[in-house]
């Protein structure tokens, strides 16, 4: 049985940070593409930032420079690390699993960050 498992959300001021982390089982990790999206009130889910295996990594242009995703292959885990967070910026984010050249996703159940003084 697959399970993601996201946490780390929560209320914080504008400027101020979060890290969220997602706990996969039941998939071969290595072999899977990882992600987080966002979806926010009254808007489409969209994709946030994605790491391979290999580490590479992909930003959608309104979080460079303030998020970082990073993966354990051991552990099993990615993590999303906030910075400078903005009120824009508050959505639910869901992890995400995509197998590598296989249209697979799967999906955590998501996580609340609100960002608001």
């Known amino acids: 049985q697959v399970q993601l498992v996201d946490s780390g959300g929560g209320l914080v001021q504008p400027g101020g940070s979060l890290r969220l982390s997602c706990a996969a089982s039941?998939?071969?990790?290595?072999?899977?593409?990882m992600g987080w999206y966002r979806q926010a009130p009254g808007r489409q889910r969209e994709l946030v930032a994605t790491?391979?295996?290999?580490?590479?990594?992909t930003y959608t242009d309104s979080v460079k420079g303030r998020f970082t995703i990073s993966r354990d292959n051991i552990k099993n885990t990615v993590s999303l690390q906030m910075s400078s967070l903005k009120p824009e910026d508050t959505a639910v984010y869901y992890c995400?699993?995509?197998?590598?050249?296989?249209?697979?996703?799967?999906w955590g159940q998501g996580t609340q960050v609100t960002v608001s003084s």
């Open positions: 039941g998939i071969i990790f290595r072999d899977y593409t």
């Open positions: 995400n699993a995509k197998k590598r050249y296989y249209s697979i996703y799967y």
């Open positions: 790491i391979t295996r290999e580490d590479t990594t």
